[in-house]
């Protein structure tokens, strides 16, 4: 099946500091693919769509300027976590619609702001 | 606004103990609907698409069904290999391709 590969799994970091977080499709290309945020016992909540070649699109409530998204080329979309605090600690995870109906995901980021 | 239910939020069983995992979702219209399973730290893999009330898909010990209201994950004589959080998801008609709404799990955890 597609691979979706996400880089690091993870990180930490100190409060204040910059992360990014790289997500590549290796075996097919995505025009789209999707953040998502996923809190302990909590739902993978949607983030933003990076779309290539143009602009993300953010969710209501989710910081733009915080949460900066580039979707370089057809395989790579990059999420930076801009002067992080420690509520921003979370699972980052991302995905991309691959060959099918189904959404692929990476593996994920942990992220441990201290 | 779209929302995706899911029951119970844990579930022990022991092996060879068969059960079921509840989905209840209320949208617009329904694209699609999917059934993950998540590992520790891991992201989701993918299981199942349903697109139809009365459909059923099935792979090894797990069996999906859809209503018009919910749907349903079958674990039949499960194996502690079994153990993980099932999520579902559902995709809305009209909506951008792909986007899905989650619920926040049923963590399933078979004892040998």
């Known amino acids: 099946g597609a691979v979706v590969s996400q880089h690091p799994s993870w990180v930490i970091c100190k409060s204040g500091t910059s992360v990014k977080i790289e997500c590549r499709s290796l075996?097919?290309?995505?025009?789209?693919m999707f953040w998502y945020r996923q809190f302990p016992k909590q739902s993978l909540m949607l983030m933003a769509t990076s779309n290539e070649g143009s602009k993300a699109t953010y969710e209501q409530g989710v910081e733009k300027d915080k949460f900066l998204i580039n979707h370089a080329s057809l395989t790579l979309s990059t999420l930076t976590v801009t002067s992080a605090h420690p509520e921003d600690s979370s699972f980052y995870i991302c995905?991309?619609?691959?060959?099918?109906?189904?959404?692929?995901f990476g593996q994920g980021t942990r992220l441990t702001v201290v | 606004e779209d929302q995706v239910t899911q029951s119970p939020e844990a579930l022990r069983l022991q092996e060879g103990e068969s059960s079921s995992l509840n989905c209840s979702y209320t949208?617009?219209?329904?694209?699609?609907l999917f059934w993950y399973r998540q590992d520790p730290g891991k992201g989701p893999e993918f299981l199942f698409t349903l697109y139809s009330a009365g459909e059923e898909k099935e792979k090894e010990r797990l069996k999906a069904t859809l209503t018009k209201k919910e749907s349903f994950l079958h674990i039949t004589a499960p194996k502690p290999e079994d153990s993980a959080t099932y999520l579902c998801?559902?995709?809305?008609?009209?909506?951008?391709?792909?986007?899905?709404?989650f619920g926040k799990g049923t963590l399933l955890t078979v004892n040998p």
């Open positions: 949208v617009s219209g329904l694209r699609g």
């Open positions: 075996d097919f290309q995505a025009t789209t």
């Open positions: 995905s991309a619609p691959g060959p099918g109906e189904q959404a692929f």
């Open positions: 998801a559902v995709q809305v008609s009209g909506g951008s391709n792909y986007k899905l709404t």
